[in-house]
């Protein structure tokens, strides 16, 4: 099982940005593809972004698109999300997992604490 620290989150204004981080522990990771999901309060964790193994594919939710980009350095064990031109309704807290070959199906049961991001508008 890989160890999965998040963090970077925080709180900021409507149109703001943020870069969201997640390092991994042990030997898989360069070898997994990874994801991001969040949860809002009330709501199911809902998938975000995700990306193959050596970064050269990227797959991203409908609702952020063109915001937000997913990438990895594999020699720090880390994979990275920027998040541009926020909304309130990214408010979320955010949680990176190994996926499965579809980028969106996480693989692991036990998340990390996860990092909160709060958008203010």
């Known amino acids: 099982q890989v160890q999965l620290v998040e963090s970077g989150g925080g709180l900021v204004q409507a149109g703001g940005s943020l870069r969201l981080s997640c390092a991994a522990s042990g030997r898989t990771f360069s070898s997994r593809a990874m994801g991001w999901f969040r949860q809002a309060p009330g709501k199911e964790r809902e998938f975000v972004a995700g990306i193959s193994w050596s970064g050269g594919n990227t797959y991203y939710a409908d609702s952020v698109k063109g915001r937000f980009t997913i990438s990895r350095d594999n020699a720090k064990n880390t994979v990275y999300l920027q998040m541009n031109i926020l909304k309130p309704e990214d408010t979320a807290v955010y949680y990176c997992?190994?996926?499965?070959?579809?980028?969106?199906?996480?693989?692991?049961?036990?998340w990390g604490q996860g990092t909160q991001v709060t958008v203010s508008s």
């Open positions: 997992n190994a996926v499965r070959n579809d980028y969106i199906s996480p693989i692991y049961t036990t």
